[in-house]
């Protein structure tokens, strides 16, 4: 009787991640979000590297933010897609007639993004290796997993704050998807060290789990020490807030009608 519980309970994350891949494969744009924007990125920051004539530190400081940034903008965006899809089609409440909850959608979105980031990240990783000698494990392979885990991680929470927003304020609350990101990259250090920022930015930037999992990656090409058990704990209470406040703002929305006026 266990088992079939447990079974049903993947089956239902995995319909969310199914969900995600069926209206993605539809999406041409999803290749620019996936290859072109990355590799854009990636190589902007590259050549600037070049250009400026940077030392080997600081353009492994400099791509291991460029490479994070991306790979959490992939990841987290196909969190918010699991609802920012429904609004965009008027179809919002057919998610929620289903016997999904919350946590079911955002971890089955959160396993499509992790699939989508993890082959984008090994494309820029390649592609970094050839055209700026950048050895991306060079920490070893249980530096880079820890990184990756903390950025899908965060970028999980980042989805949940946009299906939270859409459940609370509309269509209103799209912005937040692309918003949110940038934000996080202003704060958490991703092309600088949070030591060059006012005061209270620093405390803000200690706020976010990304801050110190970008620390201990970088810790590895010898870019000082870091507090990753801090972000760690950071990150794992924040989801179970994320998660909780997301059942929360379900039942709300049922309660206000704000799921039929989501939809057609």
Not at 204 to 233: C, K, Q, W
Request: net charge positive; charged share 10%.
């Amino acid at each position: 009787m266990c088992s079939l519980s447990l079974q049903g309970e993947i089956n239902k994350c995995l319909s969310a991640a199914y969900k995600n891949w069926i209206i993605s494969k539809r999406n041409v744009f999803t290749v620019f979000e996936l290859v072109f924007w990355p590799l854009i990125s990636l190589l902007s920051i590259g050549l600037m590297t070049r250009f400026l004539n940077i030392g080997g530190e600081t353009v492994a400081f400099l791509l291991v933010g460029a490479i994070g940034l991306t790979i959490l903008q992939i990841c987290q965006i196909d969190v918010a897609y699991v609802l920012l899809f429904d609004m965009w089609s008027k179809s919002i409440k057919n998610t929620f007639v289903s016997p999904v909850r919350g946590y079911h959608l955002v971890l089955g979105a959160l396993l499509f993004g992790m699939v989508r980031g993890t082959f984008a990240f090994t494309i820029l990783v390649v592609i970094s290796r050839i055209l700026f000698g950048f050895d991306f494990l060079a920490g070893g392979v249980h530096t880079v997993l820890i990184f990756l885990a903390g950025v899908f991680a965060v970028s999980a929470l980042i989805g949940m704050i946009v299906c939270i927003s859409i459940l609370l304020f509309g269509q209103k609350a799209d912005v937040a998807a692309w918003s949110l990101s940038g934000v996080i990259m202003l704060i958490s250090g991703i092309y600088y060290p949070i030591s060059i920022l006012p005061d209270p930015l620093q405390l803000m930037a200690r706020a976010v789990p990304l801050t110190y999992f970008l620390e201990y990656y970088r810790s590895a090409y010898g870019f000082g020490d870091h507090n990753i058990m801090t972000g760690a704990v950071m990150v794992a209470a924040y989801m179970i807030v994320g998660l909780i406040a997301l059942e929360i703002t379900i039942e709300r929305a049922r309660s206000t009608g704000i799921l039929l006026r989501l939809s057609e």
